[in-house]
T-cell receptor, first 116, second 112 residues
Framework: DAKTTQPTSMDCAEGRAANLPCNHSTISGNEYVYWYRQIHSQGPQYIIHGLKNNETNEMASLIITEDRKSSTLILPHATLRDTAVYYCIVRATRETYTGTASKLTFGTGTRLQVTL | DSGVTQTPKHLITATGQRVTLRCSPR?????VYWYQQSLDQGLQFLIQ???????AKGNILERFSAQQFPDLHSELNLSSLELGDSALYFC???????????FGPGTRLTVT
């Protein structure tokens, strides 16, 4: 799976948009970009994923550049509850002789601090 | 609430002992994954099952084993425990091998 690079930490004021960047310059054509977050020591929470097109759901928007070498997760109106570590993960589904492996490889993520 | 349940929430045991962690996937999910999160190693993939069959292994020690039962719940067995095995253990599930994974709340294991 392609390696991702994220800033170690970011701050955002409550109510403002939080824009979290991720570089994945070695991504290949069949690899998706996934975003998860982990609030304190809770289980990681799925946010959104995409392949080529921009995606939006009730939690966030995902903007993927045309060359797919980078992406940005946007939380449109950050709240204090959005304070967490955000992980950008590039994941492919690989065929092996026994079937398919689809593990998630977590990096160190971006620690987002939302403040009043 | 992701729909994935894990028991117990906390476990304290001594070195050399054996423990079993249990995971119930979301209703309808066929694939189960186990991850370990320690302070120095971050979140690491251990093993994956799909519909009862092992599909992938990560950095899982030989002292650790897992299985997925016909009712799709999974157990992670940790034996000959060492202090370094103290960590959060997460289970995740997905509908199949290609969809997003949903994580449980984790089991915090402390080995003393």
């Amino acid at each position: 799976d392609a390696k991702t690079t994220q800033p170690t930490s970011m701050d955002c004021a409550e109510g403002r948009a939080a824009n979290l960047p991720c570089n994945h310059s070695t991504i290949s054509g069949n690899e998706y970009v996934y975003w998860y977050r982990q609030i304190h020591s809770q289980g990681p929470q799925y946010i959104i994923h995409g392949l080529k097109n921009n995606e939006t759901n009730e939690m966030a928007s995902l903007i993927i550049t045309e060359d797919r070498k980078s992406s940005t997760l946007i939380l449109p109106h950050a709240t204090l509850r959005d304070t967490a570590v955000y992980y950008c993960i590039v994941r492919a589904t690989r065929e092996t002789y026994t079937g398919t492996a689809s593990k998630l490889t977590f990096g160190t993520g971006t620690r987002l601090q939302v403040t009043l | 609430d992701s729909g994935v349940t894990q028991t117990p929430k906390h476990l304290i045991t001594a070195t050399g002992q054996r423990v079993t962690l249990r995971c119930s996937p979301r209703s309808g999910d066929l694939s189960v994954y186990w991850y370990q999160q320690s302070l120095d190693q971050g979140l690491q993939f251990l093993i994956q099952y799909y519909n009862g069959e092992e599909r992938a292994k990560g950095n899982i020690l030989e002292r650790f084993s897992a299985q997925q039962f016909p009712d799709l719940h999974s157990e992670l067995n940790l034996s000959s425990l060492e202090l370094g095995d103290s960590a959060l253990y997460f289970c995740a599930s997905s509908v199949d091998l290609n969809h997003e994974q949903y994580f449980g709340p984790g089991t915090r294991l402390t080995v003393t």
